[in-house]
């Protein structure tokens, strides 16, 4: 096994925070930018990108809704927001977080 330094274990925190900075658009350029060895930050990356794609999906939709898509829109951004903030903050921690189903695509996809 090879010994990571806590200098490089710290980017990869970093860059895995910033993954879910901007949403698919910090994704895709993290996606693109780092070697296919580093899996981790690779993982947060497509994890990011399937979230807000999904994410605007689904405003797109409600958008279309009158009055009741207006509200359920907006609870729906709160939830994304708090979803966007644990998910940033488990990165930057190491943690590799999991969200449900999205998170078994992100795996098998970053491999």
């Not at 200098?7 to 693109?32: H, K, M, P």
């Not at 994304?80 to 190491?94: N, R």
Request: hydrophobic share 60%; net charge positive; proline share 2%.
């Amino acid at each position: 096994m090879a010994v990571i330094s806590q200098d490089t274990r710290s980017q990869e925190n970093l860059l895995g925070a910033l993954c879910y900075f901007l949403g698919w658009v910090t994704g895709l350029i993290l996606w693109f930018s780092v070697s296919k060895t580093r899996r981790f930050i690779r993982f947060h990356a497509m994890q990011s990108i399937i979230f807000s794609v999904i994410l605007m999906v689904v405003f797109l939709v409600l958008a279309w809704i009158p009055v009741i898509g207006w509200i359920i829109s907006g609870l729906v951004g709160l939830l994304a927001f708090i979803i966007w903030i644990v998910l940033m903050v488990k990165a930057y921690q190491g943690q590799t977080y999991k969200l449900p189903v999205i998170g078994d695509l992100a795996d098998q996809w970053s491999k």
